[in-house]
């Protein structure tokens, strides 16, 4: 019984872990956080005389129906495309020409 009990709490265990290694990858914590990790010390909270610099982006975009995806999440497969790092754009159809 207790190699049983054992066995489930390290099962939960591992699909734990995965869950949260998945939403890692999915959400790409992966790429900035082990720097964010190694380097939190150096980090101090400002005093409130101190002058704190504030980087704001405010970005607005519309997409008009004409949407490329050139992150090739497939790579190194068949399936990515042979030529990259050019802009490509979209050709009218005949439905969409009718339209407007």
Request: overall charge positive; proline content about 6%.
């Given at each position: 019984m207790g190699?049983?009990?054992l066995g489930i709490l390290v099962f939960l265990l591992v699909a734990f872990v995965g869950a949260?290694?998945?939403?890692?990858?999915r959400?790409?914590?992966h790429r900035w956080w082990p720097?964010?990790?190694?380097?939190?010390?150096?980090?101090?909270?400002?005093t409130?005389?101190?002058?704190?610099?504030?980087?704001?982006?405010i970005a607005d975009h519309l997409e008009t129906g004409c949407y490329a995806d050139f992150t090739f999440p497939s790579?190194?497969?068949?399936?990515q495309p042979p030529i990259i790092n050019?802009?490509?754009f979209c050709q009218?159809?005949?439905?969409?020409?009718?339209?407007?």
């Open positions: 190699w049983a009990v949260a290694w998945w939403q890692i990858r959400r790409k914590l720097t964010y990790l190694k380097e939190w010390r150096r980090f101090k909270v400002p409130p005389a101190e002058e704190v610099h504030v980087i704001l982006c790579v190194p497969s068949d399936t050019r802009i490509y009218r159809s005949a439905r969409s020409a009718s339209v407007v």
